[in-house]
């Protein structure tokens, strides 16, 4: 017998193409009674600065700084994401927002282990995907090395699964 979905962790890079894949976890939870988790991790990688001739010391501080002013300015980024394209959903949907520091790929299988999610809800591709690929290599990670089963939701498909989807919940 096939456990319930409660916990739905909904990975996003902000971008057009995450779209589908958070909308179609909102919709899911919405017609499951599930909580969803959208989860953006500032990738450590763009924080990474070399400056030549500084103590090592400086040069933590600097990027603590960073991170954190990056940290800050990307929880706003994601509730403006989340009120601007799914404000039909956000009224019907427990919602957690969570913003942290990591490597995409590996802090998504992390927090989905940590978090005891059920499910994983991401988009095929995001920023650095196009249209031609079949999944983007921070999907495929995440598939290949999640704890939990992993629904993959290709952008352009989003309108009619979202109808599939809202005419059986």
Same mark, same amino acid.
């Given at each position: 017998m096939?456990?319930?979905?409660?916990?739905?962790?909904?990975?996003?890079?902000?971008?057009?193409?995450?779209?589908?894949? !958070?909308?179609?976890a909102?919709?899911?939870?919405r017609? !499951?009674g599930a &909580?969803?988790t959208?989860?953006?991790?500032?990738?450590?990688?763009?924080?990474?600065?070399h400056h030549d001739?500084e103590?090592?010391?400086?040069?933590?501080?600097a990027?603590?700084?960073?991170? &954190?002013?990056?940290?800050?300015?990307?929880?706003?980024?994601?509730?403006?994401?989340?009120n601007?394209h799914?404000?039909?959903l956000?009224p019907w949907?427990?919602?957690r &927002?969570k913003?942290?520091?990591?490597?995409?790929?590996?802090?998504?299988?992390?927090w989905?282990?940590?978090?005891?999610?059920?499910?994983? !809800?991401?988009?095929?591709c995001?920023?650095?995907?196009?249209?031609?690929?079949?999944?983007g290599s921070?999907?495929?990670?995440?598939v290949?090395?999640?704890?939990c089963p992993?629904?993959?939701?290709?952008?352009?498909a989003? &309108?009619i699964?979202?109808?599939?989807?809202?005419?059986t919940?």
């Amino acid at each position: 017998m096939m456990n319930q979905i409660k916990n739905i962790l909904a990975p996003t890079d902000l971008s057009e193409s995450s779209q589908a894949g !958070v909308r179609y976890a909102l919709n899911l939870a919405r017609a !499951v009674g599930a &909580e969803v988790t959208v989860y953006y991790v500032v990738n450590w990688r763009d924080l990474a600065q070399h400056h030549d001739g500084e103590e090592e010391r400086v040069r933590i501080n600097a990027a603590f700084q960073q991170y &954190e002013r990056l940290r800050k300015s990307r929880q706003l980024a994601l509730a403006r994401f989340l009120n601007t394209h799914f404000s039909d959903l956000i009224p019907w949907v427990k919602i957690r &927002e969570k913003v942290e520091l990591g490597v995409p790929e590996k802090s998504i299988v992390e927090w989905a282990k940590t978090d005891g999610a059920d499910l994983v !809800v991401i988009s095929s591709c995001g920023k650095g995907g196009s249209a031609d690929q079949f999944v983007g290599s921070i999907t495929a990670e995440v598939v290949q090395n999640s704890c939990c089963p992993v629904l993959t939701i290709r952008p352009e498909a989003e &309108e009619i699964e979202n109808r599939q989807l809202t005419a059986t919940g």
